[in-house]
Each structure stands twice: as C-alpha cells, then as structure tokens.
C-alpha cells in the first residue's frame, strides 16, 4: 500500500563524494545526492568536476541518466544538456569524462544500483593515456540493507 508521494527538495540532502581521481595537482571527483533510495530504485542529483572519468561500467538494474548542464562524453558520443541515456539491465556503456566545465546529472536506476565493471584493461590504459590515477573510493553512506561493493 502507497503512502502517497514523497516529494523532497534538493537543498534538503548532502553531498556525497563517491569517487575521486588524481589529474595532474588537482583531484577531480563526483558528488551525489541521494533523492529517494529504496530496494526498488535510487534516485540521484550529481556534479562531476571538469575531467572526470567514471570507468565503462554496467548495473544490476535498468538505468537512466539525464544530462542537466554542461556536458560529457559517452565512449565516443558527445552528451549536452539534454541528453538522455538508458542502460538496460546488465549493459555496459562508457567510459564517461565529464567536460571542461563539469557535468550535472540526474539519474534513475530502478533495482539494485550498484554497477558492476567493464574492461578495466582498457579503463586503465585510458586514464594512463591521460595522465590520470585513480585514488581510492570515499566511505559513502549505504543503507543498511545493501551492502558497498565498489572496488
């Protein structure tokens, strides 16, 4: 049983930083906030620094990415706000750099969110290419009920 809408505002919820990446003397990262998360989906609002590289990756569950400013590149396609993206369930897609000026993002992933790597051989070679190392995961705050498996 429904127990109506849950309508929220973004100022009402933290940033959190959940990767991060060394490029030359700056770090460059993503931030998320978490709208709505439950074991039926997750809806997120996320900034990614100018740069960023988020590794081809697929997730255990459908998902939508719409593109609100600035712009990234999806594998070899040029995404500008506006665009919209839709993974089906165990897809891959990138490897994603955010533009010069960042990117912000507002995801839906209907199921499990978490995602799941793909060729990391040739993920490696890419940052290496562009001088980028990346640095550990930050601890995020993850419901009870799912565990983190980023690696």
């Not at 930083?17 to 770090?27: K, L, M």
């Not at 712009?71 to 165990?90: F, I, N, S, W």
């Not at 994603?96 to 060729?119: C, I, K």
Request: proline letters at 9%; glycine letters at 10%; charged letters at 25%.
């Amino acid at each position: 049983m429904s127990g109506g809408p849950r309508i929220r505002h973004l100022d009402d919820f933290s940033w959190q930083e959940v990767r991060r990446q060394q490029h030359g003397d700056r770090t460059a990262s993503v931030r998320e906030k978490w709208l709505d998360f439950s074991p039926r989906f997750l809806s997120l609002y996320a900034e990614w620094d100018p740069g960023m590289i988020v590794q081809p990756h697929g997730h255990n569950s459908d998902h939508v990415v719409f593109v609100v400013a600035g712009e990234m590149t999806c594998g070899d396609v040029r995404c500008p706000a506006g665009t919209h993206l839709a993974l089906d369930q165990g897809d891959t897609f990138g490897p994603f750099v955010a533009g010069p000026h960042g990117v912000t993002l507002f995801e839906v992933m209907m199921g499990d969110p978490r995602s799941f790597p793909a060729d990391l051989d040739g993920y490696e070679r890419f940052l290496a290419e562009r001088g980028v190392r990346q640095l550990p995961n930050p601890p995020i705050d993850m419901p009870e009920w799912l565990e983190d498996t980023r690696s």
